[in-house]
């Protein structure tokens, strides 16, 4: 089963306006990161939370983390185009198999100028 | 870009081809992986190397052989592979093996099997 899931697969916003991507996941985490694309390109990372985390901030970027309801959110505020791409979250975990680490299926960001 | 180099970044192949693809990375890293991504499905991790060892191999067709020949350079051989293995392989370093740290990625080698 999959881990983590993003949603809204797919978001179309005007430059300015605020974006928010959400992330569902099953079991226990030792931490969630969310990462970039581009079309056709590498994953860029922006964002690692920790399980004992609740909200971090880097520039732009906000995510949170509520372990409680197995879920986080990214907000990317005051968008810019160049901001369209693709976000990914990605959860990182430890069964009795060894480590784990799944990654959604993203969420298409368009913003439009 | 992120200090992790893939090549070739396009590759076109039949399905009786063997061919292979490399990735570098310059960071120091001790872990390496190899992603797919499929149109429309997350991504799936392949293989994962920890200080040259295969530590994971997610159930993936013995038509892909991974090579880590040391900590910085991960190969992936291909041989008679199918249409549906058409798709973008990415390439990642971590400075450990996951669970604690940030994974990262190659720009990509985007491979077509006619």
């Known amino acids: 089963s999959q881990q983590g899931e993003e949603d809204p697969q797919a978001l179309s916003i005007q430059e300015g306006e605020n974006a928010t991507m959400n992330c569902s996941y099953k079991t226990s985490i030792n931490n969630l990161q969310w990462y970039r694309q581009n079309s056709g390109r590498g994953l860029v990372h922006l964002i690692l939370i920790r399980s004992n985390e609740r909200e971090k901030h880097s520039g732009r970027l906000r995510v949170t983390l509520d372990t409680s309801k197995k879920s986080s959110s990214l907000l990317i505020t005051a968008s810019r185009a160049a901001d369209t791409a693709s976000y990914f979250c990605a959860t990182a975990s430890k069964d009795n198999y060894g480590q784990n680490f799944v990654f959604g299926p993203g969420t298409r960001l368009s913003v439009l100028p | 870009e992120t200090g992790v180099t893939q090549t070739p970044r396009h590759l076109v192949m039949g399905m009786t081809n063997k061919k292979s693809l490399k990735c570098e990375q310059h960071?120091?890293?001790?872990?390496m992986y190899w992603y797919k991504q499929s149109a429309k499905k997350p991504l799936e991790l392949m293989f994962v190397?920890?200080?040259?060892?295969?530590?994971e191999n997610n159930s993936v067709p013995s038509r892909f052989s991974p090579e880590c020949p040391n900590s910085s350079h991960l190969f992936l051989h291909l041989h008679t592979l199918q249409p549906e293995d058409s798709a973008l392989y990415l390439c990642?370093?971590?400075?450990?093996?996951?669970?604690?740290?940030?994974?990262?990625f190659g720009p990509g080698t985007r491979l077509t099997v006619l």
């Open positions: 190397y920890n200080f040259k060892e295969q530590t």
């Open positions: 990642a370093s971590s400075q450990d093996l996951v669970g604690t740290d940030t994974q990262y």
């Open positions: 960071l120091g890293h001790n872990a």
